[in-house]
């Protein structure tokens, strides 16, 4: 069930939400499947909806700043400066944590990870509820994230109740840094460039050892379930040649001349932010349509891309 997101449905999804319910709610990145984080009987149905492990830690999402010590029994400098800088917004810390945090949150380990979205609705919800609220991505584990109310809909039964927010500003997942005493390691790349993290954190650069475990990171993930291929402009003439009479569905940022006509096509805007914005949503659409096969624009081999190109390795399967 999609609510409209006003005052009264905001407050009876933060009441269904205290009563131990899972709720859909939007994000600046994706949508999230939400439930209280200090309850983990309501938890545990996030996990089930998800059909995911039970040791893929969850994010725990916060009004503000001012509630991180309820959840990290340590905060470094690092920390103080990257959530100064960046929240509320799409950055989350993965910090020790206090030890009344449920550990089916936590995936069992001694982190926990914390984000303050910046969606005004999201920012109203927690206000109502005034906890911190465990949420994933709002789709089936290895499927696609999704950036509208109507992607959440598609894949869950009537019964959940989704918050609608409209399409998702930012359209990928958060950047995701671990902050503990000796250093940060970036865990999960995101539209904050690692650069921008590096030069507010202020503190050492470690690689990713086995003392962190981001279990989601190995994982085959953001697929769609359309076959998907890469293309550039220089090797389209290949696939033209290949495949002019199949139902294609081409994702492209350059300009193209006229396509054969069994082909649909979306258009991304040809900037970073504009391409993380409308990715999700393109392949999605594709996924839902009549096409045999999704084809896709590689993007610049530019830094500002290297989130996208993450999330494409995993689309494609390359993990
Ligand atoms: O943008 C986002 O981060 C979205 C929105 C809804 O906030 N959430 C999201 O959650 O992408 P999810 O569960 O799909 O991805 C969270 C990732 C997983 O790969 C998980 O393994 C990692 O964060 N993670 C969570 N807690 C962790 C922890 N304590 N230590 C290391 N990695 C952790
Ligand atoms: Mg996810």
Same mark, same amino acid.
């Given at each position: 069930m999609i609510l409209t997101p006003n005052s009264h449905n905001l407050l009876l999804a933060a009441n269904h939400l205290k009563a131990g319910n899972v709720v859909a709610i939007p994000t600046e990145t994706v949508y999230g499947l939400a439930a209280?984080?200090?309850n983990p009987s309501a938890v545990k149905k996030i996990y089930e909806l998800k059909q995911?492990?039970?040791?893929?830690p969850l994010i725990v999402h916060l009004a503000?700043?001012?509630?991180i010590a309820t959840w990290a029994r340590k905060i470094p400098d690092s920390a103080k400066r990257l959530a100064e800088k960046f929240?509320?917004?799409?950055l989350t810390l993965v910090l020790p944590k206090?030890?009344?945090?449920?550990s089916i949150v936590t995936g069992g380990q001694d982190t926990v990870a914390l984000r303050v979205p910046s969606h005004p609705i999201t920012q109203q919800l927690l206000a109502y509820f005034g906890g911190g609220l465990a949420a994933?991505?709002?789709?089936?584990?290895t499927r696609l994230s999704p950036t509208t109310a109507h992607h959440v809909a598609s894949y869950f039964d009537e019964s959940l109740w989704i918050v609608d927010g409209?399409? /998702?500003?930012?359209g990928i997942e958060s950047t995701i840094v671990a902050c503990l005493d000796n250093g940060i390691t970036i865990l999960r790349s995101g539209m904050l460039s690692a650069e921008q993290i590096i030069d507010t954190a202020q503190c050492p650069v470690l690689k990713?050892? /086995?003392?962190?475990?981001?279990?989601?990171?190995a994982a085959l993930h953001y697929a769609p379930r359309k076959p998907l291929a890469l293309f550039s402009i220089s090797n389209l003439s290949n696939f033209l040649a290949q495949y002019s009479e199949k139902p294609i569905g081409l994702i492209h940022y350059s300009d193209m001349n006229p396509l054969p006509n069994r082909w649909q096509h979306l258009q991304l805007p040809p900037s970073p932010e504009g391409y993380a914005q409308r990715l999700y949503a393109a392949l999605h659409h594709f996924d839902q349509s009549s096409c045999e096969l999704i084809m896709l624009e590689l993007p610049p081999r530019?830094?500002?891309?290297e989130a996208i190109f993450d999330r494409i390795q995993r689309a494609v399967g390359k993990t």
């Open positions: 209280d984080a200090m995911r492990p039970s040791h893929n503000s700043f001012g509630d929240w509320p917004g799409p206090q030890r009344h945090v449920p994933p991505s709002a789709n089936p584990y409209g399409p /998702t500003i930012v990713n050892s /086995t003392k962190i475990q981001s279990p989601g990171q530019e830094p500002e891309y």
